[in-house]
């Protein structure tokens, strides 16, 4: 699907997502409106509960909301069922989670292969792993793999399918600061390399220098939004 210049990639308009807890209705999102555009990359801050991963779910197509509008380019997310859904993912969005989620049997190479059979254009898993810093890695299998490299492995999956959209979930969440850097360097070269729109949330207000645009959310909404005039390169910011 091709990218119309100047138009927002996501278009959010008043989402709200409720969920029940007994008596109780919780808001974890409350009316965010919010446009994302082609290439960008985008961090969201936020403490824990004030409704990021929640906002990332939606975007992606893993959870729908419960009142408002979303829309990828043409696709209207909160018309679309399950079948278009999938699709969308598949076809669309590459995610990168706090946890690795590789198959512990497969080598590096493997894991990466294992996305780009069902992909409709896919890079070479070498390519992908070369990208991220790991060409002398590619043979490995996960337990041999450090944590921040088995994370690398990650990122090279989500995008070597050529995904529109990468949406990333926490990535160093799990990482102590140095490792954790590799790892936002290579979302930092996929992104410049591949134009792929990039969304970062984190609680972790140092990260944001790397950002072409910064959303910070608060209790459900957008809470601020700030331009960064330069992009700090990620090996250089200091945790």
């Known amino acids: 699907m091709p990218v119309t210049p100047n138009r927002p990639v996501f278009h959010t308009a008043g989402l709200t997502k409720t969920y029940r807890q007994g008596e109780v209705e919780v808001f974890a999102l409350r009316g965010v409106d919010l446009d994302l555009f082609d290439g960008e990359l985008i961090v ?14 939606i975007l992606g197509g893993l959870d729908v909301p419960t ?17 278009e859904l999938t699709r969308y993912r598949r076809d669309y969005v590459g995610f990168v989670f706090q946890f690795y989620n590789l198959i512990p049997s497969l080598t590096a190479r493997e894991n ?3 996305v780009t059979e069902i992909a409709r254009n896919p890079m070479r898993p070498e390519a992908a792993l070369e990208l991220v810093g790991l060409a ?3 043979d490995h299998f996960p337990a041999q793999l450090s944590g921040g490299e088995q994370q690398r492995v990650a990122i090279a999956r989500a995008i070597a399918k050529r995904p529109q959209v990468l ?12 490792t954790g850097t590799l790892v936002l360097a290579a979302l930092d070269a996929a992104n410049r390399e591949t134009g ?13 220098q790397m950002a072409d645009r910064v959303i910070t959310l608060s ?7 700030y331009r960064n005039s330069t992009r700090q390169d990620p090996r250089t910011l200091s945790w």
């Open 167 to 178: 949406l990333c979930d926490e990535p160093t969440g799990a990482l102590d600061s140095a």
């Open 219 to 225: 209790d459900g909404m957008i809470s601020g939004e």
């Open 67 to 83: 009142s408002g509008e979303v829309q990828y380019q043409d696709i209207d997310l909160t018309q679309a069922g399950d079948r």
């Open 44 to 57: 969201m801050l936020g403490a824990s509960g004030s409704g990021k991963s929640t906002l990332l779910n």
């Open 196 to 208: 792929t729109t990039t969304v970062i949330i984190t609680h972790n207000a140092s990260i944001a």
């Open 136 to 138: 002398h890695r590619m």
């Open 112 to 114: 990466v292969i294992a």
